[in-house]
């Protein structure tokens, strides 16, 4: 149940503060006086599209309101309990505050938290049921049929399943077909694989070789000057006179003697051998070094082919020996899947028949569902009819079946409908006037609703097209469907508006050269007053105001009758 609304700055209303009650509520006013208002500004609480252009001229943004009372039947406990919302849960309360700015982006709060556009969405079609003239015209779309008796029959679990399966179908047969697109390409791509292969496995390249390489070929590029270097640093050190090695034996015979005279010169001489060892040491590594390095005629020709070779693999497979190696594998791998595409394809067959007999079976049974649900949906849809003056009206489901599997099962469902006797069952948007489709509307929610339940209504001018009779008819229906939900109505007939629990006139005014919109609460006075304008055209009469009363009086008797 709406408990209590609050608009800001939204389109003609400066701050309205409205508190609601049980039971059927209409909306009233003149024409142009913003009757939808109420219906736009609980469309944002529902979730929809907000249009920045509702926004009150000259304010920063618009703020939209609402708190409701949550009974045992809200479809928005189960979500709150999903989702973790146990405040929401235990307190059965659920406050929502939505901030439209001007400019920049808003904000949607959920109980003072921080809640986004697309959980207001799930929240908001499980608090609000909105209908308007475009649910009218939604209702001519077969597609919107099927949608219709599988949430009349419940059918939740089963659409669940067809919808599964499809997927798995889907994916089924996307797998099938590529494999049999490789399979049409697979001998050519074979030979692209086993031409890489090969190319890779003549070069043979090794971790590490192409730094390897470059070092030989540096070494090769300055033999001759490094033999030169390595003779002077051997003379130097080692066989040259007088050489680092010999003068470092003189040293340290010297610091012995020293160190006779003084002991602290032991260190200095064993320093000096220290030396020598070294020095005696390195020269032995120069001298196996010049030993093995020698120019090798035709080397360095070698080395830079071998390179080339290495940098044409880089370019085609990989940076390094290491990813030229690893795609070498992948090479292998893809050919051992070509050579076994056969039994790849012979086991995705064999998984299309499996999907495609799940998916029969799940569709079947939504089938039998469906056309169970439908059984039950027509007759009641007739009664519903029948109390909006449509007593000889006849309604049925056609169904067809789809060329191939879908998404929403096997079969397609459209509604038909024989106004009046004779004409025969014709689809809906062939033989249903704009009171017709309104009453056909009216017929169909006030049949689903009674099969779900737990949200509020908001219908939006859903008698557009009707008058007299048919207005009280439906009259009637809305009071007899807000004693199971709460409901909300923005009605220009008086035959309708009789029937309200609460009645709210919204009227506007000028005021500082600006156009404001207010709204009332009426009592039974002023409720008369409301429908004797409406009747009258303008100002009310004493002939509209006693009309006004029999309507009230006669609405009432009617509404105690049901």
């Given at each position: 149940?709406?408990?209590?609304?609050?608009?800001?700055?939204?389109?003609?209303?400066?701050?309205?503060?409205?508190e609601?009650?049980?039971?059927?509520?209409?909306?009233?006013?003149?024409?142009?006086?913003?009757?939808?208002?109420?219906?736009?500004?609980?469309?944002?609480?529902?979730?929809?599209?907000a249009?920045?252009?509702?926004?009150?001229?000259?304010?920063?943004?618009?703020?939209v309101?609402?708190?409701?009372?949550?009974?045992?039947?809200?479809?928005?406990?189960?979500?709150?309990?999903?989702?973790?919302?146990?405040?929401?849960?235990?307190?059965?309360?659920?406050?929502?505050?939505?901030?439209?700015?001007?400019?920049?982006?808003?904000k949607?709060?959920?109980?003072?938290?921080?809640?986004?556009?697309?959980?207001?969405?799930?929240?908001?079609?499980?608090?609000?049921?909105?209908?308007?003239?475009?649910?009218?015209?939604?209702?001519?779309?077969?597609?919107?049929?099927?949608?219709?008796i599988?949430?009349?029959?419940?059918?939740?679990?089963?659409?669940?399943?067809?919808?599964?399966?499809?997927?798995?179908?889907?994916?089924?047969?996307?797998?099938?077909?590529?494999?049999?697109?490789?399979?049409?390409?697979?001998?050519?791509?074979?030979?692209?694989?086993?031409?890489?292969?090969?190319?890779?496995e003549?070069?043979?390249?090794?971790?590490?070789?192409?730094?390897?390489?470059?070092?030989?070929r540096?070494?090769?590029?300055?033999?001759v000057?490094?033999?030169?270097?390595?003779?002077?640093?051997?003379?130097?050190?080692?066989?040259?006179?007088?050489?680092?090695?010999?003068?470092?034996?003189?040293?340290?015979?010297?610091?012995?003697?020293?160190?006779?005279?003084?002991?602290?010169?032991?260190?200095?001489?064993?320093?000096?051998?220290?030396?020598?060892?070294?020095?005696?040491?390195?020269?032995?590594?120069?001298?196996?070094?010049?030993?093995h390095?020698?120019?090798?005629?035709?080397?360095?020709?070698?080395?830079?082919?071998?390179?080339?070779?290495?940098?044409?693999?880089?370019?085609?497979?990989?940076?390094?020996?290491?990813?030229?190696?690893?795609?070498?594998?992948?090479?292998?791998?893809?050919?051992?899947?070509?050579?076994?595409?056969?039994?790849?394809?012979?086991?995705?067959?064999?998984?299309?028949?499996?999907?495609?007999?799940?998916?029969?079976?799940?569709?079947?049974?939504?089938?039998?569902?469906?056309?169970?649900?439908?059984?039950?949906?027509?007759?009641r849809?007739?009664?519903?009819?029948?109390?909006?003056?449509?007593?000889?009206?006849?309604?049925?489901?056609?169904?067809?079946?789809?060329?191939?599997?879908?998404?929403?099962?096997?079969?397609?469902?459209?509604?038909?409908?024989?106004?009046?006797?004779?004409?025969?069952l014709?689809?809906?948007?062939?033989?249903?006037?704009?009171?017709?489709?309104?009453?056909?509307?009216?017929?169909?929610?006030?049949?689903?609703?009674?099969?779900?339940?737990?949200?509020?209504?908001?219908?939006?001018?859903?008698?557009?097209?009707?008058?007299?009779?048919?207005?009280?008819?439906?009259?009637?229906?809305?009071?007899?469907?807000?004693r199971?939900?709460?409901?909300?109505?923005?009605?220009?007939?008086?035959?309708?508006?009789?029937?309200?629990?609460?009645?709210?006139?919204?009227?506007?005014?000028?005021?500082?050269?600006?156009?404001?919109?207010?709204?009332?609460?009426?009592?039974?006075?002023?409720?008369?007053?409301?429908?004797?304008?409406?009747?009258?055209?303008?100002?009310?009469?004493?002939?509209?105001?006693?009309?006004?009363?029999?309507?009230?009086?006669?609405?009432?008797?009617?509404?105690?009758?049901?």
């Open positions: 149940m709406l408990l209590t609304l609050r608009i800001r700055q939204f389109v003609l209303v400066d701050d309205w503060t409205l609601f009650q049980p039971g059927l509520t209409l909306l009233t006013g003149e024409t142009g006086a913003g009757k939808s208002i109420l219906v736009n500004a609980l469309g944002w609480i529902a979730g929809e599209r249009d920045r252009g509702l926004v009150r001229k000259g304010a920063d943004s618009a703020v309101e609402a708190a409701f009372e949550l009974d045992e039947r809200s479809p928005a406990i189960d979500w709150a309990a999903d989702r973790g919302f146990d405040e929401i849960v235990e307190e059965r309360q659920v406050v929502i505050r939505r901030e439209v700015r001007a400019e920049g982006s808003g949607i709060r959920l109980n003072g938290s921080p809640c986004t556009l697309a959980m207001l969405r799930e929240l908001g079609g499980r608090l609000l049921e909105l209908h308007g003239q475009h649910d009218q015209q939604s209702l001519l779309s077969p597609e919107r049929h099927l949608e219709l599988d949430r009349f029959g419940g059918h939740g679990k089963e659409t669940a399943a067809v919808a599964a399966a499809f997927g798995n179908l889907e994916q089924a047969q996307k797998t099938r077909q590529n494999l049999q697109d490789r399979s049409t390409d697979r001998l050519r791509r074979a030979a692209e694989l086993r031409a890489d292969l090969a190319a890779i003549t070069v043979a390249p090794e971790p590490g070789e192409a730094e390897r390489l470059d070092t030989e540096r070494v090769q590029a300055n033999a000057k490094l033999g030169e270097w390595l003779g002077t640093a051997l003379a130097a050190a080692r066989d040259g006179e007088p050489s680092a090695a010999s003068l470092a034996a003189i040293a340290e015979r010297a610091a012995r003697e020293a160190a006779e005279v003084d002991p602290a010169l032991v260190a200095a001489a064993e320093q000096f051998a220290a030396a020598g060892v070294e020095l005696e040491d390195a020269a032995s590594v120069l001298r196996d070094y010049r030993a390095v020698s120019l090798e005629p035709g080397r360095l020709d070698e080395i830079e082919t071998r390179r080339g070779q290495l940098k044409d693999l880089f370019l085609r497979f990989g940076p390094t020996e290491r990813a030229v190696l690893d795609h070498a594998e992948v090479l292998r791998e893809e050919l051992d899947t070509l050579d076994q595409l056969d039994d790849a394809l012979e086991a995705a067959a064999e998984a299309v028949l499996t999907a495609e007999r799940d998916y029969t079976t799940a569709a079947t049974r939504l089938t039998r569902a469906r056309e169970r649900a439908a059984k039950q949906l027509v007759p849809v007739e009664t519903e009819l029948a109390e909006l003056a449509m007593a000889k009206a006849r309604f049925d489901v056609a169904w067809s079946p789809t060329d191939a599997p879908t998404l929403h099962g096997a079969e397609g469902a459209m509604f038909r409908l024989e106004a009046n006797p004779g004409e025969g014709r689809p809906l948007h062939k033989v249903a006037s704009g009171g017709e489709l309104s009453r056909v509307m009216l017929a169909l929610h006030a049949v689903l609703e009674n099969a779900g339940g737990g949200r509020v209504l908001i219908f939006d001018e859903v008698d557009t097209g009707v008058g007299g009779a048919v207005a009280d008819a439906i009259g009637s229906r809305l009071a007899g469907l807000a199971r939900h709460q409901a909300l109505c923005v009605t220009h007939l008086p035959q309708v508006a009789a029937y309200a629990d609460g009645h709210l006139r919204i009227s506007k005014r000028d005021r500082a050269g600006r156009t404001l919109a207010s709204i009332e609460s009426l009592d039974r006075d002023t409720r008369v007053e409301e429908l004797a304008r409406m009747l009258a055209g303008r100002e009310p009469t004493s002939v509209s105001r006693r009309h006004a009363t029999e309507l009230l009086a006669a609405a009432t008797a009617q509404a105690r009758r049901r």
